[in-house]
């Protein structure tokens, strides 16, 4: 494991996450499956500058918890995928505290 992986998974457990081996896409995280599976076009694909160093994890109660770390992104694009996670029920949190590098923010897909 990279030093970065590993310096992610430490800091994770400071919002009490748990790696999950999950698809990295925000379907998985509301239940359903990523289409890129079966070789289609998915929001995954569609934000993937927003998802970059994407993880998915579990938190305390169980819930899967997506990450994205991009190095930048516009303020367009950020409203473009803030917008496509409300349309599947999702809520984005943005913090500068990431926990891929200290260059690379921190967007938090989930549920609550």
Not at 60 to 86: H, K, N, Q, W
């Amino acid at each position: 494991m990279s030093d970065h992986y590993a310096w992610q998974e430490r800091n994770a457990g400071l919002y009490g996450w748990r790696l999950s081996s999950a698809a990295r896409c925000p379907l998985v995280v509301v239940g359903k499956r990523c289409r890129l599976s079966s070789g289609e076009r998915c929001v995954c694909s569609e934000h993937h500058h927003a998802l970059d160093h994407g993880r998915m994890w579990l938190d305390r109660d169980g819930r899967r918890v997506l990450t994205g770390e991009p190095y930048d992104i516009s303020g367009r694009e950020l409203c473009d995928f803030i917008e496509a996670m409300e349309g599947l029920g999702l809520r984005v949190w943005v913090s500068g505290r990431s926990l891929w590098h200290e260059h690379t923010m921190l967007l938090i897909v989930s549920t609550s």
